[in-house]
């Protein structure tokens, strides 16, 4: 197996891939990860950088290569199957995956579309994120994984343990929660509707539906992350443009570093997702916070992450068809208190139990679909029949995590203490960001 990419960094993707790499079956498939990009010697970069060095079998820098040599460094070490992190996001070189380094070249994460590229055959999604009635959308066969093709290291590297974290959660009395919120500059009593995306991603319709919120609820908030920060001085001047929006009612922050960033947004009351460019790592930080998402899927792959997620939690009330259902759903929570607090505790319970966070499970359903691409390869080659990339779909390998129970058997007893032994190394792969704020 091979991965490349320019995020292998502190970036979401370098997080999410740490322990998608811990969670490989070392005796079967071997990983090797080729950087794009070079270590710039900050904190949080090389830090995640060498953890995930150390994660794979192999890891080299082809970041000073030109894409002839770093196509040939790729080739040399004989992947299978190599999956391409970048498509067109920054950073990529689509010149060295066009020169077709390895057999199969499959398109997945990052670039959260068709990628458009001959030489990536495949794209791996989901039933949810992209459907098979979808597929002329795409240049690449589907690859439809079980449940979510997100896989992230949620369970491992964000601990529920920290005080913030404690306070935002449905047991926590409102005394706590309000004192909580008031740490962190937030209105102590008030329905806070929250969007923890880019502001690149802001577009007029939600901005409208956001504002008629606010207008027939005054205790409702806005609360907007102030990033980038250049972004956040034209929407205080959309506030302000709207006479009705109360500024005090609208609160953005910075961007959090620490690992403490998912229980500070869970101190909102929902999350409202934008619907032509859903939130994804951020989705899954709300998620595992267990801060209840209302997402609008339409036709784009971008635009169905949400709803993928939501699925895979077990969550779907949180799936709306219009962006009037969208905001008489964050209403009905508004005035029906505790059937929010029933929607939280059912989120704070799934989590550790519905297959969106048991990253095994998910590597291990990926890992089914790459034999599956290369079995189909090696037909086709081989002239032994079968479509030329076909499309797949795979089957749920079913609970991995340590959560689960299994049979009393001999071998039942030895597949427990694997899993066992393989939570435990995830858990000690965890990289330490509780000091982010403060290291440059």
């Given at each position: 197996?091979?991965?490349?990419?320019?995020?292998?960094?502190?970036?979401?993707?370098?997080?999410?891939?740490?322990?998608?790499?811990?969670?490989?079956?070392?005796?079967?498939?071997?990983?090797?990860?080729?950087?794009?990009?070079?270590?710039?010697?900050?904190?949080?970069?090389?830090?995640?950088?060498?953890?995930?060095?150390?994660?794979?079998?192999?890891?080299?820098?082809?970041?000073?290569?030109?894409?002839?040599?770093?196509?040939?460094?790729?080739?040399?070490?004989?992947?299978?199957?190599?999956?391409?992190?970048?498509?067109?996001?920054?950073?990529?070189?689509?010149?060295?995956?066009?020169?077709?380094?390895?057999?199969?070249?499959?398109?997945?994460?990052?670039?959260?579309?068709?990628?458009?590229?001959?030489?990536?055959?495949?794209?791996?999604?989901?039933?949810?994120?992209?459907?098979?009635?979808?597929?002329?959308?795409?240049?690449?066969?589907?690859?439809l994984v079980a449940n979510s093709y997100f896989i992230s290291g949620h369970r491992y590297q964000y601990l529920l343990d920290h005080r913030v974290q404690h306070a935002s959660q449905v047991q926590a009395s409102a005394e706590e929660r309000g004192k909580a919120r008031e740490e962190h500059g937030l209105p102590r009593d008030h329905f806070i509707v929250a969007n923890f995306n880019n502001l690149d991603k802001l577009e007029p319709r939600l901005w409208t539906e956001w504002v008629g919120l606010l207008a027939r609820h005054p205790r409702a908030a806005l609360w907007l992350q102030k990033y980038p920060p250049a972004k956040a001085a034209r929407v205080y001047q959309m506030a302000k443009e709207h006479s009705?929006?109360?500024?005090?009612?609208?609160?953005?922050?910075?961007?959090?570093?620490?690992?403490?960033?998912?229980?500070?947004?869970?101190?909102?009351?929902?999350?409202?997702?934008?619907?032509?460019?859903?939130?994804?790592?951020?989705?899954?930080?709300?998620?595992?916070?267990?801060?209840?998402?209302?997402?609008?899927?339409?036709?784009?792959?971008?635009?169905?992450?949400?709803?993928?997620?939501?699925?895979?939690?077990?969550?779907?009330?949180?799936?709306?068809?219009?962006?009037?259902?969208?905001?008489?759903?964050?209403?009905?929570?508004?005035?029906?208190?505790?059937?929010?607090?029933?929607?939280?505790?059912?989120?704070?319970?799934?989590?550790?139990?519905?297959?969106?966070?048991?990253?095994?499970?998910?590597?291990?359903?990926?890992?089914?679909?790459?034999?599956?691409?290369?079995?189909?390869?090696?037909?086709?080659?081989?002239?032994?029949?079968?479509?030329?990339?076909?499309?797949?779909?795979?089957?749920?390998?079913?609970?991995?995590?340590?959560?689960?129970?299994?049979?009393?058997?001999?071998?039942?007893?030895?597949?427990?203490?694997?899993?066992?032994?393989?939570?435990?190394?995830?858990?000690?792969?965890?990289?330490?960001?509780?000091?982010?704020?403060?290291?440059?």
């Amino acid at each position: 197996m091979g991965y490349v990419t320019s995020h292998f960094t502190s970036s979401s993707i370098g997080r999410e891939m740490l322990f998608l790499l811990g969670s490989h079956l070392a005796s079967a498939i071997e990983t090797r990860c080729f950087g794009l990009n070079a270590d710039d010697g900050s904190w949080l970069q090389h830090t995640w950088r060498s953890h995930i060095a150390l994660a794979c079998h192999k890891f080299e820098d082809v970041s000073a290569l030109d894409d002839e040599a770093a196509a040939g460094a790729i080739n040399r070490h004989q992947v299978h199957v190599l999956i391409d992190l970048n498509g067109w996001s920054g950073g990529n070189r689509v010149q060295v995956i066009s020169r077709r380094p390895a057999p199969i070249q499959v398109n997945y994460k990052n670039w959260v579309a068709s990628a458009g590229i001959p030489a990536l055959v495949y794209n791996i999604g989901d039933l949810v994120v992209s459907p098979p009635e979808f597929q002329d959308d795409y240049t690449e066969s589907m690859v439809l994984v079980a449940n979510s093709y997100f896989i992230s290291g949620h369970r491992y590297q964000y601990l529920l343990d920290h005080r913030v974290q404690h306070a935002s959660q449905v047991q926590a009395s409102a005394e706590e929660r309000g004192k909580a919120r008031e740490e962190h500059g937030l209105p102590r009593d008030h329905f806070i509707v929250a969007n923890f995306n880019n502001l690149d991603k802001l577009e007029p319709r939600l901005w409208t539906e956001w504002v008629g919120l606010l207008a027939r609820h005054p205790r409702a908030a806005l609360w907007l992350q102030k990033y980038p920060p250049a972004k956040a001085a034209r929407v205080y001047q959309m506030a302000k443009e709207h006479s009705d929006v109360d500024m005090t009612r609208l609160v953005m922050t910075p961007f959090f570093k620490s690992d403490h960033h998912i229980g500070i947004k869970a101190l909102a009351d929902v999350f409202v997702d934008n619907p032509t460019y859903n939130a994804h790592s951020t989705a899954m930080d709300t998620l595992w916070g267990a801060l209840p998402l209302v997402s609008l899927p339409e036709e784009k792959m971008a635009a169905r992450v949400g709803a993928s997620l939501l699925a895979a939690l077990h969550s779907s009330w949180g799936v709306v068809r219009t962006l009037a259902d969208m905001s008489a759903v964050v209403e009905r929570l508004m005035k029906r208190p505790r059937q929010l607090r029933r929607l939280r505790l059912a989120m704070e319970n799934a989590r550790h139990s519905a297959p969106l966070f048991d990253t095994v499970r998910g590597v291990r359903n990926l890992e089914t679909s790459l034999r599956l691409m290369w079995e189909a390869h090696v037909a086709d080659t081989s002239g032994r029949g079968g479509r030329h990339r076909p499309h797949i779909i795979a089957g749920d390998v079913g609970p991995i995590s340590a959560t689960q129970s299994y049979l009393a058997s001999p071998r039942a007893q030895q597949g427990r203490a694997e899993r066992d032994a393989l939570e435990a190394k995830l858990f000690a792969m965890r990289v330490e960001t509780t000091d982010a704020e403060s290291i440059s």
